[in-house]
């Protein structure tokens, strides 16, 4: 079954920076957009940015833009998100998941989700 | 921007309906997640009307011009959530999140 395994959250100071990980199993990585969505303590939920299949391409939200960096390692099955001059506002639970596409339908949803790592930003 | 109502209230049994606004919507392949305390988002509903296979049939979704809805028809205690419209717009959209009370 289709596992995501996110890691590398923890207590940063602002202006810091942390790297996030996600290991995927049960599936074939490099077949699938990956992504990272946010959630604010007791807020909604936030995408991040994606990644292409082949990391051709990203994007990312305005408010990580310049300091958040998303990338992948399909020979590790794995997803990454560099994130840097962090910020109290930058504090959430920090998720992985897996975009779906049909290259007939489009978009399918964000279909399988980890568990989430918790990054806290404070001094 | 996509908008939902932040709460709803409904009654065992009954039908409840979430909306979600956003410009052109119709046209963005919308999506709902399901997302209980705790736990992370599940998705629920793709491309405005289709269940993910495990997804009860009480929960259904359309989409019309600029609103799509999600639709749980004998709502149970065990929808009690929240819910999320979601949209694909070249970036992934939110809608801030309607939390769905069973009283």
């Given amino acids: ?123 | 921007d996509l908008t939902q109502p932040p709460s709803v209230s409904v009654s065992p049994g009954q039908t409840a309906t979430i909306t979600c606004s956003g410009d052109k919507l119709v046209y963005k392949n919308s999506c709902w997640y399901q997302q209980k305390p705790g736990h992370s988002p599940v998705l629920i509903i793709y491309q405005d009307t289709k269940r993910p296979s495990g997804i009860p049939e009480r929960f259904s979704g359309s989409n019309s011009g600029n609103t799509a809805t999600l639709t749980i028809s004998g709502t149970q205690a065990v929808d009690e959530a929240d819910y999320y419209c979601q949209a694909w717009d070249n970036i992934v959209v939110f809608g801030g999140g309607t939390k769905l009370t069973v009283l």
């Fill in chain 1, 1 to 123: 079954q289709v596992q995501l395994e996110e890691s590398g959250g923890g207590l940063v100071k602002p202006g810091g920076s942390l790297r996030l990980s996600c290991l995927a199993s049960g599936f074939t990585f490099s077949d699938y957009y990956m992504t990272w969505v946010r959630q604010a303590p007791g807020k909604g939920l936030e995408w991040i940015s994606y990644i292409s299949r082949r990391s051709t391409y990203a994007n990312y939200a305005d408010s990580v833009r310049g300091r958040f960096t998303i990338s992948r390692d399909n020979a590790k099955n794995s997803l990454y998100l560099q994130m840097n001059s962090l910020g109290a506002e930058d504090t959430a639970v920090y998720y992985c998941a897996r975009e779906a596409f049909n290259d007939m339908s489009g978009y399918l949803g964000t279909d399988h989700w980890g568990q989430g790592t918790l990054v806290t930003v404070s001094s």
